[in-house]
T-cell receptor, first 116, second 112 residues
Framework: GAVVSQHPSRVICKSGTSVKIECRSL??????MFWYRQFPKQSLMLMATSNEGSKATYEQGVEKDKFLINHASLTLSTLTVTSAHPEDSSFYICSARDSRGSDEQFFGPGTRLTVL | DAKTTQPPSMDCAEGRAANLPCNHSTISGNEYVYWYRQIHSQGPQYIIH???NNETNEMASLIITEDRKSSTLILPHATLRDTAVYYC?????????????FGKGTKLSVKP
């Protein structure tokens, strides 16, 4: 299957700093990528839909000014958590849709964010 | 909210078939049934999907009832590495009209 990578896999930062997480589709082009968040013992919650070359669409309750999404190319989307606080500590997962083929979504391995 | 209902947990003996049920009584005609699984601290992994016919691939089989209101994922010979949370999701093809909405899933524990 298609491969989606995320970088970094794990990050620890101080409260008030910003953290950027990258999501890449390695062997396919993705006009649409999705960002999810998962708290311990809970399911994945969709945060936003990222479309190449246009603004992201955020789910209700997700602050767009806090979670900045950039999808500048067909293989890369970035999520920046600005002014991170301990309550932002979570597992962030991206997925990418193969726009040329079956239109299925492929998930990245996730990024564990810990804010001290 | 997720459109599916799954048991919160199930156990299965190693080497035996694992049958994971899912209810999706409000599924609409253009929605597929998708199954993903998530092994601890990893991203979800696609398993299989179907519309109305039964499907089989190298990982599993998907049995969808004739009225499409429920389905069963079958892992024919479960191994310890199949221990994971299994999510049943209904969505238009590829989530093309939005996204995949994850419910709570079923935590499958495969025991030796």
């Amino acid at each position: 299957g298609a491969v989606v990578s995320q970088h970094p896999s794990r990050v620890i930062c101080k409260s008030g700093t910003s953290v950027k997480i990258e999501c890449r589709s390695l062997d396919f082009q993705a006009t649409t990528m999705f960002w999810y968040r998962q708290f311990p013992k809970q399911s994945l919650m969709l945060m936003a839909t990222s479309n190449e070359g246009s603004k992201a669409t955020y789910e209700q309750g997700v602050e767009k000014d806090k979670f900045l999404i950039n999808h500048a190319s067909l293989t890369l989307s970035t999520l920046t958590v600005t002014s991170a606080h301990p309550e932002d500590s979570s597992f962030y997962i991206c997925s990418a849709r193969d726009s040329r083929g079956s239109d299925e979504q492929f998930f990245g391995p996730g990024t564990r964010l810990t804010v001290l | 909210d997720a459109k599916t209902t799954q048991p919160p947990s199930m156990d299965c003996a190693e080497g035996r078939a694992a049958n994971l049920p899912c209810n999706h009584s409000t599924i609409s005609g253009n929605e597929y049934v998708y199954w993903y699984r998530q092994i601890h601290s990893q991203g979800p992994q696609y398993i299989i999907h179907g519309l109305k016919n039964n499907e089989t691939n190298e990982m599993a089989s998907l049995i969808i009832t004739e009225d499409r209101k429920s389905s069963t994922l079958i892992l024919p010979h479960a191994t310890l590495r199949d221990t994971a949370v299994y999510y049943c999701i209904v969505s238009t093809y590829g989530g093309s009209q939005g996204n995949l909405i994850f419910g709570k899933g079923t935590k499958l524990s495969v025991k030796p």
